[in-house]
């Protein structure tokens, strides 16, 4: 069992403040969910994880199984189990999805233990059939011309080839149709297991539907202001931010769409 | 080995010899002499954002005759592959020339300049320096008719296809003091359509001057892919000139790796004088070292209906130079033409010199064009993204710059020439 621990986490973009101490824990095996407003801070807190450039962590730690991943390049931090798929991912021209997928791969293997072609074109073919994926996305260059929906099942697909320790999912919902939705739900599903910890960012309930979380965080002016189970999405959904404000005593300026 | 212009003219004697010596024809004597006249008069070609009137491009050929003191060993460089269509020369000998039977007995010629000269006089005489280039255009042109001292012939016959791209290999011998001016000229008849690949490398350490002219003479429909990954070396200064010449409704396809390690002018021409003629010209470059690289691409739509495309993307390391010029120039009557043209070159050190400098001279209403230009650095959130899937920033570096230079080298035909640039390009990137 892998752990994951953010403590009092607070970064700034551009000497301004977006995250004021986030608290938040979670082991392989559980799925949690943050949800809350936008411009809350949900992108900034998965950025600063992964270790953006622009984000600048100006206190706490976040720890994988102890260890400070902050400390650590961003190729380590992946290589150390952390994946992030992000919202806009980039499009790099003349490097296929294939090749740079194999790449990732064996970055995490020894020199005399790289994962071979046949053995990557079987699985690479597997999980394209899971979520619906034409063969031919596999040599199309990395996201270029992808669509928004293209995009985001190729951020699951390199989930689902990657297999990290612990995935945190970005907005990975939104543009999404019904069919696209429950296509990437699957993938992400199958992933679920005793080795897999996600954490799932969203602005609406809607993706909830499809992946049930264990623990649900609600974030707020860059602070995780009540946590709980599964219900505790319905609720939101029920009550909207505003009525949680409210519950909780809280007054701040949210964008509500 | 500076030599002062106005002493060319006492080379007349000399050259008279080497021309005798070697068996060419009349014509052939009188284009040298009558260049030789001329180089004095001429001025240089003016490449934008280069002075280069102090390079070391004047150094004569030695007209003697008499053969090279080293010679060089071509399997240092090349493996042996029998029944290819290929010519190698080194120095100014050829060492290797095969050609399959079944080319042969369809009429193509692949051979020595020299050996095409006595053979196919008439033929060559077509093509020579009368459409491409032209002794009387400037002084490097005339430099090169006076002093020209080997060079290759390729011609195919009307209506032929040929598979298999046609290979050659020049190897610059700086083992001995020599200047190396290199001619290829390639003449396409009406409707073939073929592929070529050249490869140019340096043996030794003598600094030489190269001035090396290739000509591409498509008559009307025909096809032509052209390739090159250029390798001269650190002590060679080139001026390379590469000029298409397009009859009617014919195509050149381009796709150059500009790969030297001294410094060097590209000067990559098209003329698209037949309606309906295209060309497609992509080149990549690096630089690296101290080097200078200059690659003047420039296309001349002449004919109406006709497309020309500049693609040109390089990597500069240290504290080198890499300067892409992109001249799209449209005449005035050259209704419907088209010229398209991107330059963009990557910056991976602070001190180096890029500069991606668009030109387009439009003298005609009905047409179309455009440019896209730049000069910067790898991405960060490029390198982000991949360095974030668990690839190490060296290796995520590779990618990408892999990536930015990709599209010339898928365009080359043949797999052994892509893997070489493709390893050339590790090279010079890995030996940071
Ligand atoms: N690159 C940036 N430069 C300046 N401000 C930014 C940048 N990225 C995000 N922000 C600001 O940080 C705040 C949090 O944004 P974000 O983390 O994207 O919120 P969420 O994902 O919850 O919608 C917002 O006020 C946003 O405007
Ligand atoms: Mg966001």
Redesign the interface.
């Known amino acids: 069992m892998a752990v994951l621990e953010i403590k009092n986490l607070h970064v700034s973009i551009e000497d301004k403040e977006i995250l004021k101490g986030v608290d938040l824990k979670m082991q392989t095996g559980e799925i949690h969910a943050i949800m809350g407003p936008n411009g809350t801070g949900k992108s900034t807190l998965s950025a600063a994880i992964?270790?953006?450039?622009s984000y600048e962590v100006t206190e706490g730690e976040v720890l994988l199984d102890g260890e400070n991943v902050l400390e650590m390049?961003?190729?380590e931090?992946?290589?150390a189990g952390l994946?992030?798929a992000?919202q806009y991912?980039?499009e790099?021209?003349?490097?296929t999805n294939a090749?740079?997928?194999r790449?990732?791969i064996n970055?995490?293997r020894e020199e005399d233990d790289k994962m071979g072609v046949m053995d990557f074109i079987t699985k690479l073919d597997e999980k394209m059939a899971v979520l619906d994926m034409p063969e031919e996305m596999a040599e199309r260059?990395?996201n270029e011309g992808f669509s928004g929906g293209e995009k985001k099942r190729n951020e699951i697909l390199?989930l689902m080839m990657?297999e990290p320790t612990f995935a945190i999912l970005d907005e990975i919902d939104s543009g999404l149709d019904i069919d696209a939705l429950q296509v990437v739900s699957t993938g992400v599903n199958a992933m679920r297991g005793e080795g897999f910890g996600s954490l799932i960012i969203t602005h609406y309930q809607r993706l909830l539907n499809y992946i049930t979380p264990d623990v649900v965080h609600i974030m707020m002016d860059g602070r995780v202001v009540k946590t709980g189970g599964a219900e505790l999405a319905k609720q939101l959904e029920a009550e909207g931010y505003k009525g949680l404000m409210e519950e909780l005593g809280l007054d701040i300026e949210i964008e509500e769409d | 080995m500076a030599i002062k212009t106005k002493d060319f003219v006492s080379y007349s004697d000399a050259l008279k010899a080497f021309s005798s010596g070697l068996k060419e024809p009349e014509w052939m004597l009188e284009m040298r002499l009558s260049a030789l006249e001329q180089i004095d008069k001429l001025e240089l070609p003016v490449i934008e954002r280069l002075r280069y009137n102090r390079w070391p491009l004047w150094q004569v050929p030695n007209l003697t005759g008499a053969p090279a003191a080293k010679t060089v060993d071509p399997f240092e460089f090349v493996d042996d592959k029998a029944d290819a269509a290929r010519v190698i020369q080194t120095g100014n000998d050829t060492v290797i020339e095969t050609l399959p039977e079944s080319l042969k007995e369809k009429g193509v010629i692949f051979t020595d300049l020299h050996t095409a000269l006595r053979e196919h006089p008439d033929l060559v005489k077509e093509a020579y320096m009368a459409k491409a280039i032209k002794p009387e255009s400037n002084k490097i042109t005339a430099f090169h008719a006076a002093f020209m001292n080997s060079g290759l012939f390729l011609y195919v016959p009307k209506n032929l296809e040929i598979e298999e791209p046609l290979e050659a290999i020049f190897i610059q011998n700086s083992l001995v003091e020599d200047a190396f001016v290199k001619h290829v000229l390639i003449y396409a008849d009406t409707h073939s359509n073929f592929s070529y690949v050249e490869k140019f490398l340096t043996k030794g350490d003598e600094k030489n001057a190269a001035n090396i002219a290739v000509e591409v003479i498509t008559k009307p429909g025909a096809q032509v892919k052209f390739s090159a990954v250029d390798q001269l070396g650190e002590n060679s200064t080139v001026y390379f000139n590469r000029k298409g010449y397009t009859h009617r409704d014919s195509s050149i396809d381009w796709a150059l790796g500009v790969m030297n390690t001294g410094n060097v002018v590209c000067d990559f021409d098209t003329d698209l004088v037949g309606e309906g003629s295209a060309t497609d010209l992509k080149a990549v470059g690096i630089s690296s070292g101290r080097q200078t690289q200059v690659i003047d691409s420039n296309v001349v739509n002449y004919g109406n209906n006709t497309e020309g495309n500049i693609f040109q993307h390089g990597v500069i390391l240290d504290r080198a130079t890499l300067t892409f010029n992109g001249i799209g120039h449209i005449v005035k009557g050259a209704k419907g033409a088209d010229a398209q043209q991107e330059s963009r070159v990557l910056m991976l050190s602070d001190k180096a010199r890029g500069d991606a400098n668009p030109i387009l001279l439009i003298q005609e209403n009905e047409v179309t064009a455009g440019h896209a230009a730049s000069v910067g650095r790898v991405?960060?959130?490029?390198m982000?993204?991949?360095?974030?899937?668990?690839?190490?920033?060296s290796?995520?570096e590779r990618?990408?710059i892999?990536?930015?230079?990709?599209?010339v080298i898928s365009a080359i035909p043949m797999k052994s020439m892509r893997d070489d640039l493709v390893q050339t390009i590790e090279r010079k990137l890995t030996s940071r």
């Open positions: 992964m270790g953006h450039p390049e961003v190729d931090r992946a290589r994946f992030l992000v991912p980039s790099i021209a003349g490097i090749e740079f997928m790449a990732a970055s995490r260059y990395l390199q990657i | 991405d960060p959130e490029e982000y993204y991949l360095m974030s899937r668990g690839i190490e920033q290796e995520a990618l990408v892999r990536g930015f230079l990709g599209k």
